[in-house]
């Protein structure tokens, strides 16, 4: 079961404006190691970044369960995943057996760019739990109930 804190958190997330991932990216422009991986992130897309994560958190999933985990279509998947190959971001790999599908896993460049990503998720998570120590578990308990009614409607 999880903690009323983790539910808020995914309804947070849920909640987001262009203006907050605006401000992700900003985070991740200014941590970023190098002027060429600044360059990279200026070009990544909302998506293409949450499907470097993905595949971060499940090496070699193909284009269908990227799609189905992301809430995309597969050709959506795709498209990204064409432009992650060209940048050198993923690479494919094949299953014995399957010649057709093709599987995604990051380069050691796109672990880097998977790597900030999870450092930004980080440093939002830690927010958001200096935030909850300001409401008792009871105010949190209806935070949670009312974010998640507005969300359903």
């Known amino acids: ?9 995914q309804r947070l997330v849920q909640l987001k404006s262009s203006e907050t991932q605006s401000d992700e990216r ?6 970023a ?7 990279q992130l ?7 970044l949450s ?7 499940h090496p070699a999933e193909n284009a269908s ?13 795709s498209r990204i995943a064409k432009r992650l190959l060209a940048d050198q971001l993923i690479s494919t790999v094949q299953r014995e057996g399957n010649r057709k599908e093709r599987n995604y896993v990051l380069t050691d460049w796109g672990q880097d760019v998977a790597n900030l990503h999870h450092r ?28 998640k009614l507005a969300l359903e409607n």
């Open 42 to 48: 200026n070009r990544l897309s909302a998506l293409a």
């Open 65 to 77: 369960a990227i799609a189905q985990s992301l809430n995309v279509t597969r050709g959506g998947i």
């Open 1 to 9: 079961m999880e903690t009323t804190e983790a539910q808020i958190q």
């Open 120 to 147: 930004m998720h980080q440093a939002l998570a830690a927010h958001q739990t200096k935030l909850f120590a300001e409401f008792t578990p009871q105010e949190l308990t209806t935070i949670n109930r009312f974010l």
């Open 26 to 31: 900003k985070w991740m422009l200014d941590h």
């Open 33 to 39: 190691v190098s002027k060429r991986m600044q360059a």
């Open 51 to 57: 499907v470097i994560a993905e595949v971060a958190d």
